[in-house]
Each structure stands twice: as structure tokens, then as C-alpha cells.
């Protein structure tokens, strides 16, 4: 560990490891009730964007050097010792994760998933809830995945297809790693199925509404037309597609095609899709 390094360790991932979290998220800063004295007001800043901490009260900021030497009384040898600690996880800064798109659409990509766990990173919850996606955790299809793109590292939220590839989202990335493929949730309602576009909107509905019904998602809606099997086997079918010209055409052609398929859309008819409704 060094000084170079250690600056790139995200401040709010070390609160997070310290049972800290934020009273509340504005843009790029996290409030915090602060962590170097006791108070009842939150006044302790992060900005991530820059990776640098304010306390109001104290009227002191700067780096997480800075902050871990306040905090424990350290030495720079005993910092850098202290956030050697952190030296995997930094590799996986949020904020680094930028130039994904334009690394993903190079001719040449060669990706890895490194690995797949339970979501526990305070910016993918982050993520998540500021797209008014909660209970997330009941949703085994949901997955933190860890990544990497051409030799360099990212982590995202992954939806799992039934091919076993992952749609991959965060806040930098919209991606597809391994076969696109649809999703289908068995979830034991013979009579009903409900369709979207992709996993966010689907979320979204479960988040909101009675699950009263199987889902398909299709992770892109050109994949409806592999679906006619399954799409056979429901008297009920409900299309949630996108407020858009792909959304009505497959809305139209699926119709035309399933007597028994109904446009569900009514209700986000001024938005372009379920999420940005809820």
C-alpha cells in the first residue's frame, strides 16, 4: 500500500466497513452524522465524485489519510497499514468504472466474470433504491457481479438469464456478459404471464404490484419472438414493453399473434417505461 493507492480507496466503503451510513444521498455528496465527534445533526460530507470528506462542525476536510489520522490518532506508516486492509476492494472503486461503454463496444473485448455474490456494495443498494427498487433481496435472479472488461475490473448489479449470462447494470454500465438470453420466473401461477422488456421493469412491478403471475423478461425485446412456446402455454398474457416505436411494434405483432395478449402500458402511458414511472 501506498499514498497513490490508498487516495483511490472509496471514504464511504470504509464508513460502510465501520457500520456508518448516510442519513441522505444529494448528487455526488453522502451526509453522514459525523464519525470524529458526537452530534445530532448530520454535518460529515462525502463527496464521491472526488473522494473527499468535509466536517461542518469541526470546520476540517481532505482525503481518507486524512480522515483515518483524525479518527485514529495514526501516523502515515499506521494509515497506509490500516487501509491495506481495503486494497482488494479498491481495486473495484465505483467511480472508476466510467469509461465502461466505450471499453465494452471495442472490436476486440475479452470479458471475465471474476466473481458472483449476494449485493452487498453500499453503491449498488445506492444504485438500486435511488431507482425506487427495494426488496431486492428476495430476488435470487439478482446478483452482485464482479467483472473484467479487457484486462481492467468493474462490478455492477447482474440479472441472470436462463442461459447463464448476466445483464449487467450500474450507474456507468449497461452491458450483457455471456449468451443474451431471456429470464423466466416460475413462480407457480399456470394461468398468467406477464412480459417485459428489461429486469428494471420488472422489479419495478414486483416492487409495486401483486405477484400474482409467472414473468418473462426478456432482456431485449427482439427475443419475443422465440418465446411463441412458451407464451402458448398462459390464457392470460400481460406486455408491459417500452413507450417507444420497438415497444409498439412488438406490442402490435405479439397481439396479432396471441388473441389472449394484452397491452398492460395504460397506466405509464406518460413515461417511457415502468421504472421511470415508479
Not at 465502461?100 to 445506492?126: D, G, M, P, R, Y
Not at 392470460?236 to 396479432?256: H, R, V, W
Request: overall charge positive; proline content about 2%.
Amino acid at each position: 500500500m501506498n499514498i497513490e493507492k490508498a487516495k483511490q480507496i472509496p471514504l464511504e466503503l470504509v464508513l460502510q466497513k465501520m457500520n456508518y451510513t448516510p442519513s441522505k444521498t444529494i448528487g455526488f455528496d453522502l451526509w453522514y452524522s459525523s464519525p470524529l465527534h458526537e452530534e445530532k445533526t448530520p454535518s460529515f460530507k462525502i463527496n464521491t465524485k472526488i473522494n473527499r470528506w468535509f466536517d461542518h462542525s469541526l470546520q476540517r476536510g481532505g482525503n481518507i489519510i486524512d480522515f483515518i489520522a483524525i479518527k485514529f490518532n495514526y501516523s502515515i506508516p499506521e494509515v497506509l497499514k490500516f487501509l491495506e486492509n481495503y486494497s482488494d476492494e479498491s481495486i473495484f472503486s465505483f467511480q472508476k468504472q466510467k469509461n465502461i461503454a466505450s471499453n465494452f463496444s471495442e472490436a476486440k473485448t475479452k470479458v471475465n466474470i471474476i466473481k458472483v455474490v449476494e449485493i452487498q456494495h453500499f453503491a449498488l443498494k445506492e444504485y438500486l433504491e435511488n431507482r425506487k427498487i427495494y426488496h431486492y433481496e428476495i430476488e435470487s435472479n439478482l446478483k452482485e457481479v464482479y467483472y473484467e472488461v479487457n484486462g481492467k475490473k468493474y462490478f455492477g448489479i447482474g440479472f441472470q438469464n436462463r442461459s447463464n449470462g448476466f445483464e449487467i447494470r450500474s450507474k456507468y454500465a449497461k452491458i450483457c456478459i455471456g449468451k443474451k438470453d431471456i429470464s423466466l420466473m416460475v413462480k407457480g401461477y399456470k394461468n398468467k404471464l406477464r412480459i417485459f422488456e428489461g429486469f428494471f421493469d420488472y422489479l419495478s412491478f414486483i416492487n409495486k404490484f401483486k405477484s400474482d403471475s409467472d414473468f418473462l423478461i426478456l432482456n431485449s425485446i427482439a427475443l419475443i419472438n422465440r418465446c411463441d412456446e412458451i407464451l402458448s402455454n398462459y390464457e392470460e398474457i400481460e406486455l408491459y414493453f417500452d413507450n417507444d416505436a420497438a415497444g409498439d411494434l412488438y406490442t402490435k405483432s405479439t397481439q396479432e399473434k396471441f388473441k389472449n395478449a394484452k397491452d398492460s402500458r395504460v397506466f405509464y402511458k406518460d413515461f417511457k417505461d415502468l421504472n421511470e414511472w415508479l
